[in-house]
């Protein structure tokens, strides 16, 4: 399968945000039990605060592609640049924020939480104990 950059974006509100155009890859066609998409959002654009807990927990994965975001997690606030990336836990408030002067590119991915390495290749081993001798400041509570 094959999908060309915002072939098939459509405009959307999330969580009481601004409007922002969102392309939802593969709409469901991937068999994974995640949501992969890209959002763009306008200068000045947000998504809105929220948090997903109950019957259905969600952790969310944020990367920028391009502009300039703030984002807030828990009681911590980041500034993101391209590359940059946050993980929202299920259950921890959280918002996005477009800060810069162009649109917002953003890479989500989204869905239940667990943690296990389906490839048995090792790199999921490695990247943990990379992790894990890292600075904790690149965890997010």
């Known amino acids: 399968m094959f999908e060309a950059r915002d072939a098939h974006s459509f405009g959307y509100r ?24 890209t959002w763009v959002l306008p200068p000045g654009g947000f998504e809105g605060a929220h948090r997903h807990e109950g ?54 991915v989204w869905g239940p939480p667990g943690d296990f390495d389906m490839s048995g290749f090792g790199s999921h081993r490695l990247a943990r104990q990379h992790h894990a001798a890292s600075s904790t400041d690149s965890r997010i509570p």
């Open 14 to 37: 999330l969580h009481e945000g601004s409007e922002m155009r969102m392309n939802h890859h593969f709409a469901g066609a991937t068999g994974m039990p995640v949501a992969i998409q």
């Open 55 to 108: 019957q259905a927990p969600l952790q969310e994965f944020y990367q920028v592609i391009s502009g300039r975001a703030r984002m807030r997690v828990g009681g911590r606030e980041h500034i993101l640049e391209p590359g940059d990336s946050v993980l929202a836990a299920a259950g921890v408030d959280h918002d996005l924020h477009n800060i810069g002067d162009g649109e917002l590119r953003v890479l989500t």
